[in-house]
Structures are given as structure tokens and as C-alpha cells.
């Protein structure tokens, strides 16, 4: 995984509606949480972006965008997020090219991992996450992070 204080890596993939997004475009407006998932319609990762979905809200406070990411299609991206009601943006890695520069770990060394990263408007990574089962356990470190930030 990269570390804290280490600069993001620069991307740009569809999101669920097939619009290119990159986080250059994001850097100095917003902090950004982004949260690397296996896969969707999958139980713990459902329990995770819905996690995400609820406390949007008081993310959206903290001046954050939140962006979710897996190898799965745009197409896919866009059933889940339709189903789930999310209000942020899935971007479809296909080739895992961002999640192997995020240097993504998998889990139990076979499955895509769930890594969370709180990236700040200079695009510093601010706090890096693993935490392959206990979902909701990213958003409340997302927002400890982005709360911290604020006072600092």
C-alpha cells in the first residue's frame, strides 16, 4: 500500500455513466476519499458503498468527493449504483492499472482489496486504510481523517 504522506498517483477511468474522470480535475477543490472495492452485488462490498451512501452527506461536509473503484464494467458500476441509490461516482479500472499503482494488496492473497485512501486538495495521501472485511469500518476512518484536516 502507499503510504501517508506520499503523493496520489494521477488517474483517469469512467465512471458508471462512461464519463472520463480524473483527479487532477478533483485537486485543489476537494479532498478526495477514494476506496478501492473487489467487486460489485457482492455482500461486503454492497454493506460498503452503502456505508459511503449514508454518510455522504456529512462527507460532502468536510468538502470531500468520494469516488468507489473495481475492475468491474461501467455497465455493472451502473446497475449497482442505480440499485443502491448512490449519490458519488464508481469508476471501472478494467486492466487494474490504478489499482496496481495504489498498490492495492489482495486479500487472503487471492481477491481484489479493500483499500480506502483520504487524499488531500494537494493531493497528498493523508491516510491509507486495508481493512478487508469490516466495510464501514473506511468511512468512519475516512471522516476521523477529513475531520482532523479541518482543525488542523
Not at 469512467?14 to 474522470?21: A, C, H, I, L, S
Not at 452527506?57 to 469516488?67: G, N, P, Q
Not at 480506502?116 to 494537494?122: A, E, L, N, P, S
Amino acid at each position: 500500500m502507499l503510504e501517508p504522506g506520499t503523493i496520489a498517483p494521477a488517474f483517469e477511468l469512467p465512471d458508471q455513466n462512461g464519463e472520463m474522470v480524473s483527479l487532477s480535475d478533483l485537486l485543489g477543490r476537494s479532498h478526495v476519499v477514494l476506496f478501492f472495492y473487489p467487486k460489485d452485488n457482492t455482500m461486503v462490498c454492497t454493506l460498503e458503498v452503502c456505508a459511503f451512501r449514508d454518510a455522504h452527506d456529512e462527507l460532502l461536509e468536510e468538502d470531500a468527493v468520494v469516488l468507489g473503484i473495481s475492475s468491474d464494467p461501467v455497465d455493472s458500476h451502473l446497475h449497482f449504483a442505480e440499485r443502491w441509490k448512490l449519490p458519488y461516482r464508481l469508476l471501472a479500472d478494467k486492466d487494474s492499472m490504478v489499482r496496481k499503482a495504489y498498490d492495492i494488496p489482495k486479500t487472503f492473497g487471492l481477491f481484489p482489496g479493500r483499500v480506502t485512501y483520504v487524499i488531500d486538495k494537494q493531493g497528498i495521501i493523508r491516510t491509507a486504510l486495508n481493512d478487508p472485511l469490516r466495510a464501514s469500518h473506511h468511512v468512519r476512518s475516512a471522516l476521523r481523517t477529513l475531520k482532523a484536516q479541518r482543525t488542523s
